[in-house]
């Protein structure tokens, strides 16, 4: 029978064929099982019955499934230097038959599998494609919410290098202000090359705005950790100024 624990039991098996003692498998060892539990608290809120509810805290588990191969191959997490995570991910269960290790065969029909298969693929990408039905936009959104909230916990709270920010000291004439504008229009920041340490924490922050759900919202402020990243010491008078605005937007937008 499928249910939540035979899905942790499958994940536990097939997470211990990685190096537990590399910082990068834990985190995302913790992060899954963290996303899982948002995602169950939100569909929760919005209402959806037990299958719902179920079914996202399966994609939870389900969403990074591609971390651990790709630190295995790659040695990072960065996607744009090595692979996209969620298209490996989905690759290894829907191509390779990983889902098979979670799901009996009867308790997964095709349209189910699809919508876990469209919502892990979807789960990084900075905006869904169109095209989608109710139900895909609503599972996606779920998933991209709980990831999120856990993500400003990691940045909060673990120490990684691949976490550490900024590859260069300054960017090109113009990329300040494009990101400040996605601050003021309460928007997550396209990547676009290299970025200075404070162009990356902002892009960070600025996940915040996309948070769908008023129960994420809820969720990402009592957690606290966003609160926390916020609190970085700006190095210069002019990011002192940016970070304030920030502060000022995400207060009013998590209100
Ligand atoms: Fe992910």
């Known amino acids: 029978m499928t249910d939540r624990n035979r899905i942790k039991k499958a994940f536990g098996e097939y997470t211990d064929k990685y190096d537990p003692s590399d910082v990068k498998i834990s985190l995302k060892i913790d992060h899954t099982y963290r996303v ?3 995602a169950e608290l939100i569909a929760k809120d919005l209402g959806l019955e037990e299958e719902g509810v179920f079914l996202a805290f399966a994609m939870g588990m389900l969403h990074d499934f591609g971390r651990f191969e790709q630190v295995k191959r790659y040695g990072t997490f960065i996607d744009r230097k090595s692979i996209d995570h969620a298209e490996l991910g989905a690759d290894l269960l829907f191509q390779d038959g990983h889902i098979w290790d979670f ?4 308790d997964l029909d095709m ?3 699809a919508l876990i298969e469209k919502v892990i693929r979807l789960h990084n990408k900075l905006t869904l494609t169109e095209g989608l039905s109710e139900k895909e936009i609503l599972f996606c959104n779920i998933i991209r919410d709980a990831d999120k909230i856990d993500i400003f916990r990691v940045l909060a709270e673990v120490e990684y290098e691949d976490g550490k920010a900024g590859e260069t000291k300054t960017s090109p004439d113009g990329a300040r202000d494009s990101i400040m504008q996605c601050v003021r229009e309460h928007r997550c920041v396209p990547r676009i090359g290299d970025r200075t340490e404070f162009e990356v924490w902002v892009s960070r922050y600025c996940m915040a705005f996309e948070l769908v ?3 994420s919202r809820k969720l990402a402020k009592e957690q606290g950790c966003l609160a926390q990243i916020l609190e970085r010491q700006p190095q210069n008078v002019i990011e002192q100024e940016q970070l304030a605005l920030i502060r000022t937007e995400l207060a009013y937008f998590l209100q």
Request: proline share 8%; glycine share 0%.
């Open 36 to 38: 899982a539990e948002n």
């Open 111 to 113: 349209e189910t599998s």
């Open 103 to 106: 799901f009996d065969e009867e």
């Open 213 to 215: 759900f008023p129960i």
